[in-house]
């Protein structure tokens, strides 16, 4: 009696742990291995060279794994008489049980460190996906600008103001601005920047962005010290890096100063303001000096704040806009946010790759640890 309730006692546990495991990997498939499917599918941007890096990567670990695997386990059990193997009874040998542990305790060293890798790499994508770049680039509409255009500076001028205000008094749009870049962009626009009265070796290069009057105010970037630009007078404002780089020991002492352009024929620019460092660039990249340009009418790009509650008329709304200042142009807009993670696709295919790995290899380590707790049972069974 004793022996039959331990038995039963036991195939209750062997059972309570398939049905655990079981609902973890139910979680696991919902939740790792649907979106990464989606997530494949949905980027279509895979590039040939991209592809066959990762097939060949993949093979090479399955390959990899799958002789080491067998390697072990066909070393240990030529040190064994086959007709033991055979009949079965190595497993209850102490050789037998030592083999089953190590088996055991690799398959499962090798889960939690493919476990742990994936569950870092995830981190730190969702860190960088979710760190505030130093500007806000959510709920951000972008248009290019007009490649049709008028030749006469002063009608493409009046375009461009007709624009804006139309935008401007649309009351789902929160605010506009243009500038020659924007974040994600991989232009380089950069410029050698030195500090008016230093040496010719004391000079930085910053990264520079041509904006209008409303830029630090759409993308609700902090000023740090002094002023917005207020017209176009050759006055720049720097980041508080580059200020720092240039010799000021704070923003406030920055204000006020000259620097020099020698691209531009060394030609003098008052700072009227310093703002926070951004990011033009995605994480992966470090932090660089920024200088800003007043130029109003000189933007690639239009950037608009717009309120998302109706998001599909907005967007009508400004297409009837473009149409209206800059006839015979194509509409074509993008989100910046979005657009601004495109630099993290490697890491999501990355990502959705170890999740759809990480789910079979759990699941095909799971299955045969159940079925070898069942085989051990039905044998002591028969005893």
């Known amino acids: ?8 006692l036991k195939m209750k546990k062997i059972n309570q742990t398939y049905q655990i495991i079981h609902q973890k990997l139910d979680f696991m498939f919902k939740n790792y291995f649907k979106p990464a499917w989606r997530s494949l599918k949905k980027n279509k941007f895979f590039s040939s060279l991209n592809i066959l890096g990762l097939a060949i990567g993949m093979a090479s670990l399955w390959l990899i794994g799958t002789l080491l695997s067998g390697f072990y386990p066909a070393w240990v059990l030529s040190s064994f008489k086959p007709v033991i193997v055979l009949k079965g009874k190595l497993i209850g040998t102490g050789r037998g049980v030592l083999l089953r542990k190590a088996l055991v305790v690799v398959q ?23 760190r505030n770049p130093g500007m806000n680039i959510n709920q951000m509409l972008v248009v290019e600008r007009p490649g049709i255009a008028d030749t006469n500076r002063k009608a ?3 375009d461009i103001n007709l624009f804006r205000n139309e935008l401007k008094n649309n009351p789902a749009i929160e605010a506009v601005t243009a500038s020659l870049t924007v974040p994600g962009k991989q232009r380089e626009y950069k410029l050698t920047v030195k500090n008016f009265g230093s040496n010719s070796y004391d000079s930085i290069i ?14 609700k970037m902090k000023l740090l010290a002094g002023k917005n630009f207020s017209k176009d007078d050759g006055s720049v404002i720097l980041s508080e890096m580059a ?19 020698p691209r531009f024929h060394n030609s003098k620019h008052t700072v009227v303001g310093v703002v926070n460092d951004y990011h033009q660039l995605s994480f992966k990249k470090p932090l660089e000096p920024a200088l800003f340009l007043c130029t109003p009418y000189e933007g690639e790009f239009y950037s608009m704040r717009i309120h998302t509650g109706h998001l599909s ?10 149409s209206k200042a800059f006839p015979g142009n194509p509409f074509e807009y993008f989100f910046l946010d979005d657009y601004f993670n495109k630099q993290y696709s490697n890491e999501q295919k990355f990502e959705s790759c170890s999740s759809l790995f990480l789910y079979l290899l759990s699941l095909s380590v799971a299955w045969v640890y159940l079925v070898f707790h069942r085989l051990l049972h039905h044998k002591e069974s028969k005893r």
Request: cysteine-free; hydrophobic content about 50%.
């Open 108 to 130: 499962f060293t090798a889960s939690v460190a493919l476990i742990a890798g994936t569950f870092i790499v995830y981190s730190q994508l969702d860190y960088m996906m979710s």
């Open 1 to 8: 009696m004793k022996i039959w309730r331990f038995e039963n």
């Open 313 to 322: 008329q907005t967007i009508h709304q400004v297409q009837q806009s473009w």
């Open 206 to 219: 910053a990264r520079a962005n041509g904006v209008d009057y409303d830029f630090f105010n759409t993308f």
């Open 243 to 261: 200020a720092h780089l240039l010799g000021f020991k704070n923003a406030k002492e920055a204000v006020g100063k000259t620097i020099l352009l």
């Open 156 to 158: 493409y001028r009046a």
